[in-house]
């Protein structure tokens, strides 16, 4: 009997101890859990503190408005506005952009929405025609000033590997069509075309700046044009230094080559005075009197009456190549100005300029006088480089027109 009531003093003890055991596990269980949330609460507050005090980010792309080029443009410009602000109308826009389409589609991502083509090409068009800085096209077509600077370079690269189709030397028909309309229109036969060049005004490189420091006094790329009857480019060589002279440009032209290869013109020659007279090139006196290139006498206070007589009807033919370059200028009116890009760039602009002058020729579109202010297309001031001794063919084809403009009545 005491043995059992010590057993049961026994148990009732154990269960107290292990009573005891579990009261102070689950003790030890609310106290951890507590300690959690309190540390918990403590991380958020900080949180809570740290973003209070810390100011707010600007957002990645700032919103720009879009309305003027999706409303007033797209919807409400008329073809005169077309013209007037890009210098060309709606319907030879959509022709451009057709052109580009192959070359400059893109494809929308998950991360943004690319630049419509047809905005791509609009900015492009609106820096040529007026030379904008990058500032104000971001502003005016709801863009950001890098996306502007890679839709100028885009585009005019693009356009510039449309040259070919657009600018060629003329064969067959389109040929005769030239020679024909250079007589029908400006008295002079056997006239495939004019050549001259002109100064596009640059800043000057880093290296050999004195190159391109030309006559007129200012740093200059050459542009080296031979046009057609109605002052359409049909070749074009662009990048020589200003201060090289004009001569020189030709002589390492591929239109050089090609002449004096005999590939440039084939060889149909006119009776005129007894004389067979090839076709051929007009030129200004700073180049050589070849027989594909047909020059003016230097007025050194001698020439006779029918020498001055010969020298006003060419040069009078010779006036669609500086009416080409004041269009070119007038029209793109970024080439007025100084081309304020790295020098190894300048020459895509020219020439992508060069290209839209033919194209907006092709599509009816007529250059508006309004658009000459300001532009002041110098006649060149080249001395000849050229031996003194002209060649003998050359001067007899001379003499021989000499004589039949003299028969004429101006």
């Not at 100028?152 to 064969?171: D, M, N, Y």
């Amino acid at each position: 009997m005491e043995t059992f009531l010590e057993l049961l003093q026994m148990f009732g003890l154990f269960q107290i101890l292990q009573m005891a055991g579990r009261s102070q596990l689950q003790r030890a269980i609310h106290h951890r859990r507590r300690q959690r949330r309190i540390t918990v609460r403590k991380a958020a507050y900080f949180a809570a503190a740290v973003i209070t005090a810390t100011p707010r980010r600007a957002i990645w792309v700032r919103p720009r408005s879009q309305h003027w080029w999706d409303t007033v443009v797209l919807r409400t410009f008329t073809d005169d506005q077309w013209r007037t602000h890009f210098r060309m109308r709606r319907a030879t826009f959509d022709v451009l952009c057709g052109k580009l389409r192959p070359h400059l589609e893109t494809k929308q991502t998950h991360l943004r929405d690319c630049v419509p083509l047809e905005k791509r090409v609009a900015v492009a068009v609106w820096y040529l025609a007026t030379g904008a800085s990058c500032s104000t096209l971001s502003e005016l077509f709801g863009i950001g000033k890098a996306t502007v600077h890679n839709c100028v370079w885009e585009v005019c690269f693009a356009i510039r590997t449309l040259q070919g189709h657009f600018i060629s030397l003329p064969k067959g028909e389109k040929l005769q069509e030239i020679v024909d309309g250079f007589e029908e229109s400006w008295g002079f036969p056997q006239c495939c075309g004019a050549v001259d060049v002109s100064h596009i005004p640059v800043s000057p490189p880093s290296s050999n700046a004195s190159d391109y420091y030309n006559c007129k006094g200012s740093y200059s790329i050459i542009l080296q044009a031979v046009v057609d009857h109605l002052s359409r480019f049909i070749n074009i060589n662009v990048g020589w230094a200003g201060s090289v002279h004009d001569a020189t440009v030709l002589r390492n032209s591929t239109l050089f080559e090609l002449a004096e290869s005999g590939d440039l013109f084939p060889p149909d020659t006119q009776t005129i005075e007894s004389t067979q007279v090839p076709l051929m090139l007009l030129g200004d006196p700073a180049y050589p009197l070849l027989s594909w290139l047909m020059t003016g006498y230097q007025d050194d206070g001698r020439l006779t009456t029918e020498q001055r007589r010969f020298n006003c009807r060419l040069s009078r033919a010779r006036a669609t190549v500086d009416c080409a370059f004041g269009q070119l200028k007038g029209r793109w009116r970024c080439l007025l100005k100084r081309v304020d890009v790295d020098i190894s760039k300048a020459p895509t602009i020219v020439s992508c300029c060069c290209v839209l002058h033919n194209l907006c020729a092709q599509n009816g579109d007529d250059f508006m006088d309004a658009w000459l202010q300001d532009v002041e297309e110098l006649v060149s001031v080249s001395e000849p480089d050229v031996p003194t001794d002209e060649q003998e063919q050359p001067a007899a084809v001379r003499q021989a027109l000499v004589e039949y403009f003299s028969r004429q009545n101006d």
